[in-house]
């Protein structure tokens, strides 16, 4: 992995990394919310955190939980087969509860679909890695 030129400001470094930690939050939160994107919130904290702190940059990419996912997407630019076949699964599961049993007005639960739809559009497109 290339390296990245580092930010010298102690401001906006401590702003990226409080970005960082948030986008990490986000792309947390999205392993179980199937309506909100883990790989784009994961991907802005790399970014943050390698112009900003390499330690929590190492931190992220050697994370058990994403870090080789994390590793892959970015070099490779590709997503394992298994780990899309997890995600669609558990992203339609969940919509299709969502949409059934707990949503009652029509546009919200068509604002879902749509969203889920997008979401498996931009995970087929990637290429299988």
Do not use: D, Q
Not at 46 to 66: G, P, V
Not at 76 to 104: D, T
């Amino acid at each position: 992995m290339k390296k990245t030129v580092k930010t010298p400001n102690p401001v906006l470094k401590w702003l990226m990394v409080s970005a960082g930690m948030l986008c990490v939050g986000l792309g947390t939160l999205g392993i179980l919310l199937p309506v909100l994107p883990t790989t784009p919130f994961l991907l802005l904290a790399a970014f943050l955190f390698a112009r900003s702190s390499e330690k929590f940059h190492s931190w992220l990419l050697t994370n058990r939980m994403f870090g080789k996912y994390l590793k892959n997407y970015m070099e490779k630019k590709s997503i394992p087969l298994g780990i899309k076949i997890y995600a669609l699964s558990f992203l339609w599961a969940s919509i299709i509860i969502v949409i059934f049993f707990f949503i009652k007005l029509l546009p919200v639960k068509i604002a879902l679909f749509l969203i889920a739809s997008l979401v498996t559009w931009h995970i087929l497109s990637v290429k299988t890695g």
